[in-house]
């Protein structure tokens, strides 16, 4: 159908809704295909995405995804919490060959940056495990296959946080920021994964049971 299901059991459902069901294909053991730029958002805020990650100051973005070439730009979104180009709270994205995320807080700009990027080549096209942890000390890292790639520290707080912002997947919620391929999973935790934490998860595999 047109609904993409959060499977969470947390809080309220945050269902996402598809914008265009011709641009998508299902995969019958679980996943969706996306073939052609389309959006896939959640029809109101994500409230209880936005008010749990300001409450721990932490947050774990994590993804199962299979990029549909090593040449997508914009950068192009695998998962934003945003508004338009400018104003966002995190986003998950493709930078050609590499992974890039921009979280805010009230020491980045509104748009998340600076951000942080994997190292070139990192991103492939094959199906991958990513995951970004930012905890309340500041110390955010991208896990590539359940290893950690690079790190640095992101400073201050998640504050400033937009709470009317919604989640979108495969594009910007305004377009023109498309993105192509493959997603088996995408969870967003209100604390920061610990490595061990994100090694078992990459461990277990895509697939979802609840």
Known sequence: GTVVHDRSGVGAQLDLSLESEDAVTWIPDGGLVVNSPTLISSVGPAGKVVSAAMASNEITVEAWVKPANITQDGPARIVSLSADFNYRNFQLAQT??????????????????????TPLGSL???????????????????????????????????????????????DELIGSRAWLGEYHLVAVYSRALSADEVGENFRVGPRVTV
């Open 124 to 170: 492939t096209a094959d199906l991958t495990h990513v995951a970004y942890t930012r905890a309340a000390t500041g110390m955010a890292r991208i896990y590539v296959g359940g290893e950690s790639i690079v790190g640095r520290a992101v400073p201050g707080s998640l504050a400033n946080w937009d709470e009317g912002y919604r989640l979108a997947l495969a």
């Open 96 to 117: 050609a060959e590499f992974y890039d995320v921009r979280l805010r807080t009230t020491q980045t700009t509104q748009n998340g940056r600076p951000s942080l990027s």
